[in-house]
Protein backbone atom coordinates (compact mmCIF):
# COMPACT_ATOMS: atom_id res chain seq x y z
CA UNK A 1 0.00 0.00 0.00
CA UNK A 2 1.07 3.86 -0.50
CA UNK A 3 0.29 6.31 1.78
CA UNK A 4 1.20 9.50 0.66
CA UNK A 5 0.31 12.66 3.31
CA UNK A 6 0.84 16.10 2.33
CA UNK A 7 3.02 16.31 -0.64
CA UNK A 8 4.06 19.60 -1.20
CA UNK A 9 6.57 20.11 -4.22
CA UNK A 10 7.61 23.40 -5.08
CA UNK A 11 9.92 24.34 -8.16
CA UNK A 12 12.66 27.23 -7.61
CA UNK A 13 13.66 28.38 -10.72
CA UNK A 14 16.74 31.17 -10.51
CA UNK A 15 16.35 31.55 -6.63
CA UNK A 16 13.29 33.67 -7.60
CA UNK A 17 10.25 32.48 -9.22
CA UNK A 18 8.71 29.61 -7.51
CA UNK A 19 6.50 27.49 -9.12
CA UNK A 20 3.98 24.54 -6.46
CA UNK A 21 3.52 21.57 -8.83
CA UNK A 22 2.31 19.48 -5.81
CA UNK A 23 -0.16 21.63 -3.66
CA UNK A 24 -0.49 19.41 -0.16
CA UNK A 25 -1.67 16.24 -1.70
CA UNK A 26 -2.95 13.29 0.23
CA UNK A 27 -4.00 9.90 -0.85
CA UNK A 28 -3.56 5.98 -0.32
CA UNK A 29 -3.24 3.70 -3.20
CA UNK A 30 -4.41 -0.33 -2.31
CA UNK A 31 -1.87 -2.84 -3.46
CA UNK A 32 -2.74 -4.59 -7.04
CA UNK A 33 -4.74 -2.05 -8.02
CA UNK A 34 -4.80 -0.05 -11.10
CA UNK A 35 -4.79 4.23 -11.03
CA UNK A 36 -5.00 6.89 -13.91
CA UNK A 37 -3.36 10.15 -13.13
CA UNK A 38 -5.16 12.28 -15.56
CA UNK A 39 -5.48 16.32 -15.09
CA UNK A 40 -4.49 18.90 -18.28
CA UNK A 41 -0.46 19.66 -19.23
CA UNK A 42 1.19 21.31 -16.43
CA UNK A 43 -1.06 20.44 -13.17
CA UNK A 44 1.65 18.32 -11.54
CA UNK A 45 1.32 14.78 -13.34
CA UNK A 46 5.18 13.69 -13.77
CA UNK A 47 6.13 15.54 -10.73
CA UNK A 48 3.83 13.15 -8.51
CA UNK A 49 5.47 10.03 -10.68
CA UNK A 50 8.73 11.21 -10.04
CA UNK A 51 8.37 11.70 -6.39
CA UNK A 52 6.87 7.61 -6.11
CA UNK A 53 9.34 6.42 -8.38
CA UNK A 54 12.00 7.82 -6.15
CA UNK A 55 13.60 9.94 -8.62
CA UNK A 56 12.59 12.99 -6.53
CA UNK A 57 13.31 13.12 -3.18
CA UNK A 58 13.40 17.30 -3.15
CA UNK A 59 9.80 17.31 -1.89
CA UNK A 60 7.78 18.26 1.88
CA UNK A 61 5.14 15.28 3.44
CA UNK A 62 5.49 11.54 4.21
CA UNK A 63 5.22 8.94 1.08
CA UNK A 64 4.90 5.18 2.76
CA UNK A 65 4.99 2.07 0.65
CA UNK A 66 4.52 -0.72 2.80
CA UNK A 67 4.38 1.46 5.88
CA UNK A 68 8.02 2.39 5.57
CA UNK A 69 9.36 5.89 4.38
CA UNK A 70 10.41 5.80 1.02
CA UNK A 71 13.59 7.78 2.18
CA UNK A 72 14.15 4.85 4.15
CA UNK A 73 14.70 2.62 1.41
CA UNK A 74 17.80 1.94 -0.22
CA UNK A 75 17.75 3.71 -2.87
CA UNK A 76 19.06 1.59 -5.57
CA UNK A 77 16.85 -1.25 -3.92
CA UNK A 78 13.69 0.88 -3.94
CA UNK A 79 14.26 2.14 -7.88
CA UNK A 80 14.74 -1.39 -8.63
CA UNK A 81 12.59 -3.76 -6.68
CA UNK A 82 9.90 -1.74 -5.20
CA UNK A 83 8.90 0.36 -8.48
CA UNK A 84 9.70 -0.18 -12.45
CA UNK A 85 9.45 2.93 -13.99
CA UNK A 86 8.15 3.24 -18.24
CA UNK A 87 8.26 6.87 -20.45
CA UNK A 88 6.79 7.89 -22.98
CA UNK A 89 10.07 8.03 -24.93
CA UNK A 90 10.83 4.52 -23.75
CA UNK A 91 14.42 5.59 -22.33
CA UNK A 92 16.50 2.40 -24.17
CA UNK A 93 20.19 2.14 -24.24
CA UNK A 94 20.74 2.11 -27.82
CA UNK A 95 24.40 0.64 -27.65
CA UNK A 96 22.67 -2.46 -25.82
CA UNK A 97 20.54 -5.01 -26.66
CA UNK A 98 17.21 -5.69 -26.31
CA UNK A 99 17.90 -8.44 -23.89
CA UNK A 100 20.67 -6.07 -21.86
CA UNK A 101 18.26 -3.60 -21.94
CA UNK A 102 15.90 -5.74 -20.29
CA UNK A 103 18.39 -6.83 -17.78
CA UNK A 104 19.81 -3.24 -16.89
CA UNK A 105 18.07 -3.00 -13.13
CA UNK A 106 19.66 -6.28 -11.99
CA UNK A 107 22.70 -6.00 -13.59
CA UNK A 108 24.23 -4.97 -10.14
CA UNK A 109 21.58 -6.42 -8.15
CA UNK A 110 21.90 -9.61 -6.08
CA UNK A 111 18.60 -10.35 -5.56
CA UNK A 112 18.10 -13.30 -7.85
CA UNK A 113 19.84 -16.17 -8.79
CA UNK A 114 21.58 -16.42 -12.65
CA UNK A 115 19.21 -19.13 -13.40
CA UNK A 116 16.12 -17.47 -12.29
CA UNK A 117 17.20 -14.28 -13.89
CA UNK A 118 17.37 -16.20 -17.25
CA UNK A 119 13.89 -17.83 -16.55
CA UNK A 120 12.33 -14.54 -16.01
CA UNK A 121 14.03 -12.86 -19.16
CA UNK A 122 13.09 -15.40 -21.25
CA UNK A 123 9.84 -15.48 -19.44
CA UNK A 124 9.08 -11.26 -20.35
CA UNK A 125 10.86 -12.14 -23.85
CA UNK A 126 7.83 -14.61 -24.64
CA UNK A 127 5.29 -12.32 -23.09
CA UNK A 128 5.94 -9.46 -24.59
CA UNK A 129 6.55 -11.14 -28.37
CA UNK A 130 10.19 -10.32 -28.29
CA UNK A 131 12.20 -13.45 -28.63
CA UNK A 132 13.55 -12.95 -32.00
CA UNK A 133 14.38 -9.41 -31.36
CA UNK A 134 16.47 -10.22 -28.25
CA UNK A 135 19.55 -9.99 -29.72
CA UNK A 136 18.82 -6.60 -32.13
CA UNK A 137 19.53 -3.21 -31.18
CA UNK A 138 16.85 -0.39 -30.10
CA UNK A 139 17.66 1.43 -33.78
CA UNK A 140 16.08 -1.81 -35.06
CA UNK A 141 12.87 -2.02 -33.32
CA UNK A 142 9.22 -0.06 -33.79
CA UNK A 143 7.51 1.96 -31.75
CA UNK A 144 5.42 -0.76 -29.96
CA UNK A 145 8.38 -2.99 -29.79
CA UNK A 146 10.48 -0.70 -28.25
CA UNK A 147 7.42 0.15 -25.51
CA UNK A 148 7.44 -3.16 -24.91
CA UNK A 149 11.23 -3.61 -24.14
CA UNK A 150 10.71 -0.98 -21.87
CA UNK A 151 7.91 -2.78 -20.06
CA UNK A 152 9.81 -5.78 -19.70
CA UNK A 153 12.49 -3.80 -18.29
CA UNK A 154 9.98 -2.26 -15.61
CA UNK A 155 8.99 -5.98 -14.66
CA UNK A 156 12.19 -7.63 -15.05
CA UNK A 157 12.95 -7.05 -11.15
CA UNK A 158 9.60 -8.14 -10.31
CA UNK A 159 8.47 -4.71 -8.67
CA UNK A 160 5.77 -4.22 -6.58
CA UNK A 161 4.99 -1.00 -8.42
CA UNK A 162 4.84 -0.17 -11.79
CA UNK A 163 4.80 3.61 -12.53
CA UNK A 164 3.71 5.00 -16.46
CA UNK A 165 4.19 8.51 -17.45
CA UNK A 166 1.67 8.40 -20.71
CA UNK A 167 3.04 5.11 -21.92
CA UNK A 168 1.23 4.83 -25.02
CA UNK A 169 2.37 8.78 -26.25
CA UNK A 170 4.26 8.36 -29.01
CA UNK A 171 2.75 5.07 -30.40
CA UNK A 172 -0.44 4.94 -33.13
CA UNK A 173 -3.66 3.65 -31.28
CA UNK A 174 -3.71 0.09 -32.49
CA UNK A 175 -0.33 -0.33 -30.93
CA UNK A 176 -1.21 1.91 -27.69
CA UNK A 177 -4.08 -0.80 -26.93
CA UNK A 178 -2.09 -3.87 -27.46
CA UNK A 179 0.36 -2.26 -24.50
CA UNK A 180 -2.68 -1.01 -22.78
CA UNK A 181 -4.18 -4.54 -23.08
CA UNK A 182 -0.26 -6.04 -21.67
CA UNK A 183 -0.24 -3.51 -19.00
CA UNK A 184 -3.61 -4.75 -17.74
CA UNK A 185 -3.07 -8.47 -18.42
CA UNK A 186 0.39 -8.09 -16.25
CA UNK A 187 -1.12 -6.27 -13.63
CA UNK A 188 -3.90 -8.98 -13.59
CA UNK A 189 -0.97 -11.47 -13.52
CA UNK A 190 1.64 -10.28 -11.19
CA UNK A 191 -0.41 -8.58 -8.80
CA UNK A 192 1.61 -5.65 -10.07
CA UNK A 193 -0.10 -2.16 -8.31
CA UNK A 194 0.15 -0.24 -11.98
CA UNK A 195 -0.23 3.98 -11.37
CA UNK A 196 -0.24 5.65 -15.22
CA UNK A 197 -0.12 9.24 -16.41
CA UNK A 198 -2.15 9.50 -19.25
CA UNK A 199 -4.81 11.04 -21.65
CA UNK A 200 -6.06 7.76 -23.61
CA UNK A 201 -9.08 6.82 -23.01
CA UNK A 202 -8.57 3.32 -23.31
CA UNK A 203 -6.59 3.23 -20.65
CA UNK A 204 -7.85 5.52 -18.17
CA UNK A 205 -11.65 4.03 -19.14
CA UNK A 206 -10.26 0.79 -17.34
CA UNK A 207 -8.72 1.72 -13.74
CA UNK A 208 -9.62 0.71 -10.52
CA UNK A 209 -9.68 5.05 -10.26
CA UNK A 210 -8.44 8.14 -11.57
CA UNK A 211 -6.87 10.77 -9.29
CA UNK A 212 -7.46 14.31 -11.21
CA UNK A 213 -5.14 17.00 -10.77
CA UNK A 214 -5.76 20.32 -11.52
CA UNK A 215 -3.03 23.02 -10.27
CA UNK A 216 -1.00 20.53 -8.40
CA UNK A 217 -4.10 19.73 -6.60
CA UNK A 218 -6.36 17.04 -6.14
CA UNK A 219 -9.99 17.93 -7.19
CA UNK A 220 -12.59 15.13 -7.29
CA UNK A 221 -11.80 11.74 -5.60
N1 LIG B 1 12.22 21.14 -13.51
C1 LIG B 1 11.28 22.08 -13.36
N2 LIG B 1 11.61 23.35 -13.01
C2 LIG B 1 10.65 24.28 -12.83
N3 LIG B 1 9.34 24.07 -12.98
C3 LIG B 1 8.96 22.82 -13.34
C4 LIG B 1 9.90 21.78 -13.55
N4 LIG B 1 9.21 20.65 -13.89
C5 LIG B 1 7.92 20.99 -13.88
N5 LIG B 1 7.76 22.29 -13.56
C6 LIG B 1 6.48 23.01 -13.42
O1 LIG B 1 5.69 22.34 -12.45
C7 LIG B 1 4.34 22.26 -12.86
C8 LIG B 1 3.93 20.79 -12.96
O2 LIG B 1 4.69 20.17 -14.00
P1 LIG B 1 4.54 18.63 -14.40
O3 LIG B 1 4.56 17.82 -13.16
O4 LIG B 1 5.55 18.34 -15.43
O5 LIG B 1 3.07 18.63 -15.02
P2 LIG B 1 2.36 17.58 -15.99
O6 LIG B 1 3.17 16.34 -16.03
O7 LIG B 1 1.00 17.40 -15.40
O8 LIG B 1 2.28 18.25 -17.34
C9 LIG B 1 4.26 23.02 -14.18
O9 LIG B 1 3.88 24.34 -13.89
C10 LIG B 1 5.67 22.98 -14.70
O10 LIG B 1 5.93 24.08 -15.52
MG1 LIG C 1 4.07 15.31 -17.70
Known amino acids: MIKAENL ?26 TIAIVGPSGSGKSTMLNILGGLDTE ?4 LLVDGKDIKD ?11 GTIFQQFNLVSSLTVAENILLPITFGKQLGKG ?8 LLGKLGLKERADHKPTELSGGQSQRVAIARALIAKPKIILADEPTGNLDSKTGG ?13 GTTLIIVTHDPELF ?17
Open 205 to 221: NNVDRKIHLRDGKIIQE
Open 8 to 33: NKTYVMNKKVKVKALDDISFTIKEGS
Open 59 to 62: YKGS
Open 73 to 83: YDTNYYRRNIV
Open 116 to 123: RVNDRLEY
Open 178 to 190: EIVDLLFELNKEE
